[in-house]
């Protein structure tokens, strides 16, 4: 295909999803989704690229010649391009898994463009029924917080088992506080930043109640307590945001 053609696949819609008047249902990764995602995401999630980059010197500090990468939930790729460009003399291996087709078929396009096809595979899969022994590093970006929060320590269980000794995970996550009123305050703030990247108060609105019984976040303290009691040594925050954070869980050596 010739790669105007595919510039034109991958270009993203911007994400006008919620402003119409349409009858609200809860919020799915469906086709409508996969078409306006990039655009969704670089609106919607603060500082979405440099917590890509912070991840790559993660990346590059733990992990050796050979280790591969799982990115779970990988949606559209974006993450694993960026590794493949940031990391491109380390000799990773990089695997992407979702269990949206539509969206693995932007991933592969877009890794088609970029000439990076031959580096990353994509393998349409259900990520709390995965198994892949041996990985270097699990990459789980606004992801967890979609799997209801009665399997997220067996899947999490499953992933530190799956971890070479020193492997690492590394997990972005919206987060709740605790204390009503910084809650209240942090998700305020959260909304004048969709604001001012141009979603409106009817948008905002709107996804807030599609997402209301879909994206169930937890505390910092909850992920990170999580994390420490099944096992994870180490388990420190290298970013937050107000209501966004992104935490690193190292397996003993
Ligand atoms: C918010 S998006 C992740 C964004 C992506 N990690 C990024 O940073 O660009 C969540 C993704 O997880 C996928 N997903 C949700 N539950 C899943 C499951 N049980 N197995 C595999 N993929 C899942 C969805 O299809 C969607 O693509
Ligand atoms: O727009 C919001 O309110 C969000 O929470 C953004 C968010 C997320 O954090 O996962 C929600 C759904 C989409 O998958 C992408 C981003």
């Not at 999803?17 to 995602?37: G, I, P, Y």
């Not at 779970?72 to 940031?86: A, K, N, Q, V």
């Not at 709107?206 to 180490?234: C, D, H, W």
């Amino acid at each position: 295909m010739v790669s105007e053609v595919k510039q034109e696949m991958v270009r993203p819609l911007r994400d006008t999803l919620f402003s119409v008047d349409t009858v609200q249902e809860d919020f799915v990764f469906n086709e409508r989704v996969v078409e306006v995602f990039d655009d969704m995401l670089d609106r919607s999630v603060p500082f979405y690229r440099e917590v890509i980059s912070s991840s790559a010197r993660l990346l590059d500090s733990y992990l050796h010649s050979g280790d591969t990468v799982y990115d779970l939930g990988c949606s559209t790729g974006t993450t694993l391009l960026e590794f493949c460009r940031l990391l491109e003399d380390k000799g990773l291996h990089f695997v992407g898994i979702d269990s949206s087709g539509p969206m693995l078929e932007k991933a592969q396009l877009k890794a088609e463009l970029y000439r990076k096809q031959e580096s990353i595979r994509f393998i349409e899969e259900d990520i709390t029924d995965m198994h892949h022994p041996d990985a270097g590093a699990f990459i789980l970006n606004y992801t967890l917080q979609f799997i209801r929060p009665l399997r997220r320590e067996a899947f999490l269980r499953n992933l530190h088992s799956s971890l070479r000794p020193g492997g690492i995970l590394l997990l972005s996550e919206k987060i709740i506080s605790h204390d009503q009123r910084l809650n209240r305050e942090f998700i305020d703030i959260y909304h004048q930043f969709k604001k001012a990247r141009g979603y409106s108060e009817l948008e905002i609105a709107k996804k807030r109640e599609a997402l209301e019984n879909v994206l169930i976040p937890f505390s910092i303290e909850e992920n990170r307590s999580m994390l420490k009691q099944i096992g994870f040594t180490t388990v420190e925050t290298y970013f937050q945001w107000f209501n966004f954070t992104s935490l690193i869980a190292v397996k003993a050596s």
